[in-house]
């Protein structure tokens, strides 16, 4: 379907948007379950005797999980749609199943791992597993919800080539892919090892010594998202949404030409000069760890 | 390790590879038979005929996720999963080939996918233990190994949205609406979950095995949802034997985590430790 | 019995196995931390090689397959560069995130543990690691190296794309993309795990030494199993005639 400018900005603004919210709650799903790379600290806590009410989500890396909840969600809702549902109603129930199916294999894991711990002595606790496994599941809803919508924009709008199920995958392991490298840094960087000093690095030789006491009581994974929803899940929402508006933007206003992808990597290199500006400016405010060497060689 | 009553995995091979294949072949043999027989029976044969390529996909599931667990248990370097995607893009290339290639002898496709899969799964894991030199020794048949029951998972999958395994109808059903994606995808999972799932010290192939039925009779629901697109009532039918097979499997995989777990509490404190 | 002569058939199995060893090489420039990298213990981006190529990567292919899509006479060199300016938005953007956190939610200044200096920016790199880690964040030369990385990943899988629907469109007209484009992830995904074994996992860019160590044996893995995927892809075409 051909739309004019101001049409088309207007969708790609809101595929912008539903991308945001996708890649901020796939982010705290994944801190929900504690999952992916934080989450081997989880696994080999009750092995150096810190024994933990943390679920132990392992339904693989986020970019396999998430892309398959996507494709679960993308499948049904395609179902839904050739039975001639409304599309919203489809996208719902399709983003629901997702998420069920995500949750049960988000029990098998928990109760998996733990029973693979046995001779730590890790018990498998009932009552996170309750209440942990539907909170799971709303977040990842919301994640299904909006993925297949923007795919379902690209699909019957946009009219791209593949189908919705195909897209709902590949945006799926995108956001997988972008949640594990952003906001599961603020997870596993600073939420598990939250007692030691600010900005200090985290020696080799604490891995496993997770926090297991939270503000109040004991920790579990709630309090772990309650945490990252400060920081960790809007910075990587921001950067999913900036993925899919970069992406389509200088397509939509230069068309399919060579200016496009000229302005595609213009766009790149401004991040990288925004990284570097931030590196110099991060660089200034931690300053060294380590006196220069000639002044240690020096001193001897 | 446990090396107690564990299923060898020539066993689980000849069960993954004859379970797989009867199914397969089922979903193309029953209609046939059908026909000849006529009647009221005949449409119900007809009609549960698509859910046997799906379950010979769970045998194959089975399979895969002990072979799975048997190289995984080296350490890859770079997770479990990885292996899974492999098996698939290997086994979603063979099934592709196999099917397509056979062109009027339909009846060969599933067992020239089986072999193409082997033969690339065999290459990959020779390259992967001579040329990268990953010095895992198992490698080159559990590459293998994967590979052919990647391929197997492919097909019985597609043939229980398709209706069978021919090619033009697996193309119409099950790549243009997109539905050969959820194969790709649920039944790499399936593959890979159960070791991931399972990973630790004191992991059991039992458990795993429970578990392995259980992701795939997921893949069969899911696949079974897909199928009502497609075939209607035998998608039905193939998503409900999906939930209780599902159903029987998880309760099993359940029973066996109580038994192996150190204790299943419903609430309380972490238990003392020297840390 | 095809349409298609035989020296452009070796032609298109030559491009995919080519893509097959781009996206190879793609995997090697992604500074990859894996595990560590999430706690701050390693640099470069806290997740798995695999997914990261793939993530990226198939954000090209649909930023190439729709170039391809609106463009039907779209240049290879076009679609190709769409697909790697797709790749490199994601990967950029994802980087850049990343960096965010490093900085103002863990802490860390960026730092690389395999150089003395970064070979762009000149800046020391030893002296801003913290005790007892590998380095962390994405210094300057991880970040370019990422970039160069994603743009091959993206192209790889272009490529393919483009070549499948060179060799399926005038067979299958209506199926063509979704075949294409199934096979393409097929293809992607074997050629992003076998580097990641040949890594083992994690590796920091163009300047770890680890890369001039693995990639030679690598991209010729890959180069000889996408050959193999490239004449099964052909054949599959021989199929499809029928």
Redesign the interface.
């Known amino acids: 379907m051909v739309l004019d400018l101001t049409m088309s900005m207007a969708i790609l603004a809101l595929m912008g948007a539903l991308a945001t919210i996708a890649g901020c709650l796939e982010d705290l799903e994944s801190d929900v379950g504690s999952q992916?790379?934080?989450n081997?600290?989880v696994?080999l806590a009750p092995q150096?005797?810190?024994?933990?009410?943390i679920y132990n989500k392992?339904?693989?890396?986020?970019?396999?999980?998430n892309?398959?909840s996507a494709?679960?969600a993308?499948?049904?809702t395609?179902?839904l749609l050739?039975?001639n549902y409304y599309s919203l109603t489809a996208i719902v129930i399709g983003a629901f199943?997702g998420a069920i199916?995500l949750a049960?294999?988000a029990t098998?894991?928990y109760?998996?791992?733990?029973?693979?711990?046995?001779?730590?002595?890790?018990?498998?606790?009932?009552?996170i597993m309750r209440y942990t496994t539907p909170t799971i599941m709303a977040h990842n809803f919301i994640m299904n919800f909006c993925l297949v919508a923007i795919c379902y924009i690209q699909y019957e709008i946009?009219?791209?080539?593949?189908?919705?199920?195909?897209?709902?995958?590949?945006w799926g392991?995108?956001a997988?892919?972008?949640g594990?490298?952003?906001?599961?840094?603020?997870?596993?960087?600073?939420r598990?090892?939250q007692n030691r000093e600010?900005?200090?690095?985290?020696?080799?030789?604490?891995?496993g010594?997770i926090v297991?006491k939270a503000e109040s009581g004991?920790r579990n994974s709630i309090d772990n998202v309650w945490f990252c929803a400060k920081?960790?899940g809007p910075?990587?929402g921001?950067?999913?949404g900036?993925?899919v508006f970069?992406?389509?933007w200088?397509?939509t206003i230069w068309g399919?030409?060579?200016t496009?992808?000229g302005v595609?990597?213009l766009?790149?290199l401004v991040?990288?000069i925004?990284?570097?500006l931030?590196?110099i400016?991060?660089?200034d405010?931690?300053?060294?760890?380590?006196?220069?060497k000639n002044e240690k060689e020096a001193k001897a | 390790m446990s090396d107690i009553k564990e299923r060898s995995p020539n066993q689980l091979m000849a069960f993954g590879i004859f379970g797989g294949l009867i199914g397969i072949y089922l979903t193309l043999l029953l209609p046939l038979i059908g026909d000849i027989i006529g009647g009221p029976i005949a449409d119900i044969i007809i009609t549960i005929a698509p859910a046997f390529g799906a379950l010979g996909g769970i045998c194959a599931v089975m399979w895969g996720a002990d072979a799975v667990r048997r190289v995984a248990k080296y350490g890859l370097g770079t997770g479990v999963p990885s292996i899974g995607q492999i098996a698939m893009g290997m086994g979603i290339i063979a099934a592709t080939f196999g099917l397509a290639i056979v062109k009027t002898y339909i009846i060969a496709g599933p067992i020239v996918a089986l072999v193409t899969a082997s033969v690339i799964g065999f290459i990959i894991g020779w390259f992967a233990q001579n040329v990268i030199k990953m010095k895992i020794p198992v490698m080159i048949r559990c590459m293998t190994e994967i590979a052919a029951a990647g391929a197997i998972v492919i097909i019985g999958f597609s043939s229980a949205v398709a209706g069978n395994f021919e090619f033009n109808n697996i193309m119409l059903h099950v790549y243009d609406n997109g539905v050969m994606l959820a194969v790709f995808w649920v039944g790499a999972m399936a593959i890979l979950h159960p070791f991931n799932a399972c990973l630790g010290p004191d992991e059991k192939q039992k458990r795993l095995l429970y578990l392995a039925g259980s992701t795939g009779a997921i893949t069969m629901a899911v696949i079974g949802i897909a199928a009502i697109m497609t075939l209607g009532t035998s998608g039905i039918i193939t998503f409900l034997i999906g939930v209780v097979l599902w159903f029987i499997f998880y309760k099993k995989f359940w029973d066996e985590v109580y038994l192996d777990a150190s204790s299943v509490v419903g609430t309380g404190l972490i238990p003392k430790t020297e840390a | 019995m095809l349409a298609i002569e035989p020296s452009l058939l070796i032609e298109y199995v030559l491009l995919i196995a080519i893509s097959g060893a781009f996206i190879c090489a793609a995997v090697h420039f992604m500074p990859v931390g894996g595990a560590p990298a999430a706690m701050a213990q390693a640099t470069g981006i806290g997740t798995g090689t695999v997914e990261l190529a793939a993530g990226s990567g198939l954000v090209g292919l649909i930023t190439a397959s729709y170039m391809y899509a609106n463009e039907p006479e779209a240049s290879m060199v076009l679609v190709v560069a769409a697909g790697a300016m797709g790749s490199m938005i994601m990967l950029a953007s994802a980087m850049f995130s990343g960096s965010l956190i490093y900085a103002f939610g863990v802490g860390v200044p960026f730092a690389s543990a395999q150089v003395k200096k970064d070979p762009i920016t000149g800046d020391r790199q030893d002296l801003y690691m913290s005790k007892g880690t590998q380095g962390h964040g994405i210094p300057t030369i991880c970040f370019v190296s990422g970039i160069i990385g994603a743009a091959l990943g993206g192209a790889g899988g272009g490529l393919i794309y483009f070549t499948l629907m060179q060799i399926y469109t005038p067979l299958i007209a209506a199926s063509a993309a979704a075949v294409a484009g199934v096979f393409t992830m097929g293809v992607f995904y074997v050629n992003a795990v076998i580097p990641s074994y040949g890594v083992g996992g994690t590796i920091e860019g163009i300047h770890d030494p680890k890369f001039k160590r693995v990639i030679g044996k690598d991209i010729f893995t890959s180069f000889a199993i996408s050959l193999i995927c490239g004449i099964v892809a052909v054949l599959i075409a021989q199929g499809m005639v029928a």
């Open positions: 992916s790379n934080p081997s600290q696994q150096m005797g810190f024994l933990h009410r392992a339904v693989s890396g986020e970019p396999v999980s892309g398959l494709v679960v993308g499948t049904v395609s179902v050739s039975q199943v199916i049960i294999y098998t894991s109760a998996g791992r733990v029973a693979s711990q046995a001779r730590f002595k890790q018990p498998l606790y009932m009552d946009l009219g791209y080539p593949f189908t919705i199920p195909f897209l709902a995958l590949i392991i995108s997988g892919a972008i594990s490298s952003v906001g599961d840094v603020h997870y596993g960087g600073e598990e090892f600010f900005g200090c690095g985290l020696n080799t030789a604490l891995s010594r297991r004991i920081f960790g910075v990587t921001l950067a999913l900036l993925t970069f992406s389509s200088p397509t399919y030409t060579w496009a992808v595609g990597i766009i790149v991040f990288i925004l990284n570097r931030l590196e400016s991060v660089r405010a931690y300053g060294p760890y380590k006196e220069e």
